[in-house]
């Protein structure tokens, strides 16, 4: 197969000390990055949802098969399914099937089974990751999905943020519900999460536990 290659034309180059001032206003954006549980009901266009996923399937990814698929739900029927499923799986979770060191883990986060921000929120984003591809009517295998599908949810997130909405992620166990409900139902594919995006309810808070991040000194080492 001929490989073609493009020269690359888009690439800027910044000057030592504006590299360091972008890196730095993007570290004090990132930084009001908040998962909120409290959702207001507005609207929000689906040309800003259109544009973040857009921004997600320019993730780097194996083999560039891209083996990834987002549903994005703003209908109401569909959310209160979602809602109806994801809480009797929560109930069970937080009745104990969880174990007693994650619930412990998550006290401190005030999560329980309840689960109202997956209808009062506008959009909900489900994540699929996809075991295989098919090029020129022919199937193949995805490679690194795992690893693929986790930068693409990063970008999104990190899209919606950007955009100026509240996000938070939720994976339900077992979150084979998502795949009837959202009419993936089939042996290729499997939900990897689900992100709520919209506005902040006037009421939202943040855990104070959840605003304790580590030091660079804490998790990086330079060598």
């Known amino acids: 197969m001929t490989q073609t290659h493009l020269p690359l034309t888009d690439f800027i180059e910044y000057s030592p000390d504006e590299m360091l001032k972008r890196a730095q206003d993007n570290y004090q954006q990132v930084k009001r990055r908040h998962s909120i549980r409290a959702f207001s009901d507005r609207a929000v266009p689906q040309a800003i949802i259109e544009q973040c996923i857009l921004a997600a399937g320019t993730a780097p990814n194996g083999a560039n098969h891209q083996p990834w698929h987002f549903v994005a739900i703003n209908s109401p029927q569909i959310k209160a399914q979602i809602r109806q499923q994801a809480e009797a799986l929560e109930q069970a979770f937080y009745a104990g099937r969880a ?125």
């Open 99 to 223: 174990g007693e060191e994650w619930l412990a883990a998550l006290k401190p986060l005030g999560t329980n089974a309840d689960k109202p921000y997956l209808e009062h929120a506008p959009w909900l984003i489900a994540v699929f990751s996809k075991k295989r591809t098919e090029a020129a009517g022919e199937q193949k295998s995805n490679y690194y999905v795992h690893e693929s599908v986790g930068i693409a949810t990063g970008f999104l997130i990190q899209a919606l943020h950007h955009a100026g909405l509240g996000t938070l992620t939720h994976t339900p166990k077992p979150m084979s519900f998502l795949s009837k409900v959202c009419g993936r139902d089939n042996d290729n594919e499997r939900p990897y999460m689900l992100i709520i995006a919209g506005y902040p309810a006037d009421d939202a808070t943040i855990p104070q536990h959840a605003l304790e991040k580590k030091s660079l000194s804490e998790m990086c080492d330079f060598i």
